[in-house]
């Protein structure tokens, strides 16, 4: 079952919950994305239980998780988190050397892959892009799960079905695939955000992708963001 995300309103800042078990790492950053004013932290968490907690009683727009986290580790919160009525989007927040919890973290819905140690103002993009309904890669993690869920998946499969699109659906997976929400798609392509959204649901569809990431990721697969099919 596919399921695509709902942009937030722009009615108010972006509200996101942080879950870490390192509470100094969490504190950083809350400094540091509530530092432009259009993001604020409503909720932390120090393990899975505490995360799918503060879900229940906070209104969360962006949750970003760790995946090793003590008690409900990351993963095991993030599999129960996606299957809520009207989650948040949840996006992985990670480290090189946890490359199996990341594949793990696709599978179970995650829309996106950020580093600790990514630029300040990309973590921030990052979150607003997540919040538009876009999905989020970081180059560097891409980089590295391409190689082993390319060797895992029938390319040959991918490529057809991306082949099977229609010109128009190509065009929004290229653009889903470069991270860019429903919003901006809209602007790209002269469509309304209605209409992207009902086209991005049946490119999901039609690739057996249960989110946005996962259709990226079969993008890069087949042909590599920005290539034309």
């Not at 509530?34 to 229940?56: F, H, S």
């Not at 008690?71 to 992985?92: F, H, I, M, N, Y």
């Not at 309904?133 to 390319?155: E, H, K, M, Q, Y």
Request: some cysteine; overall charge negative.
């Amino acid at each position: 079952m596919t399921r695509e995300v709902q942009a937030v309103d722009g009615g108010g800042p972006v509200r996101v919950l942080l879950a870490d078990d390192e509470a100094v790492l969490r504190r950083g950053l809350r400094l540091l994305l509530e530092g432009g004013g259009t993001i604020r932290v409503v909720a932390e968490a120090g393990d899975g239980d505490e995360l799918l907690a503060a879900v229940r009683t906070h209104r969360v727009d962006v949750a970003l998780v760790d995946v090793q986290m003590p008690g409900k580790d990351g993963l095991s919160a993030l599999r129960e988190l996606t299957a809520l009525p009207g989650a948040p989007v949840a996006a992985v927040l990670t480290t090189f050397d946890l490359d199996d919890y990341v594949t793990d973290a696709l599978r179970f819905g995650a829309h996106g892959f950020l580093l600790k140690d990514a630029d300040p103002d990309v973590l921030v993009r990052a979150v607003h892009d997540l919040a538009a309904g876009g999905a989020v890669l970081d180059p560097r993690i891409t980089a590295r799960l391409l190689p082993r869920l390319r060797s895992a998946s029938d390319c040959a499969r991918e490529a057809e079905l991306v082949q099977a699109l229609s010109a128009r659906e190509r065009q929004v997976l290229q653009l889903l695939a470069g991270g860019r929400s429903n919003a901006d798609i809209g602007c790209r392509l002269g469509l309304t955000e209605a209409t992207v959204k009902s086209y991005v649901s049946t490119v999901l569809s039609k690739l057996g992708a249960q989110n946005r990431v996962q259709a990226a990721l079969i993008a890069q697969r087949v042909a590599g963001v920005g290539d034309r099919w």
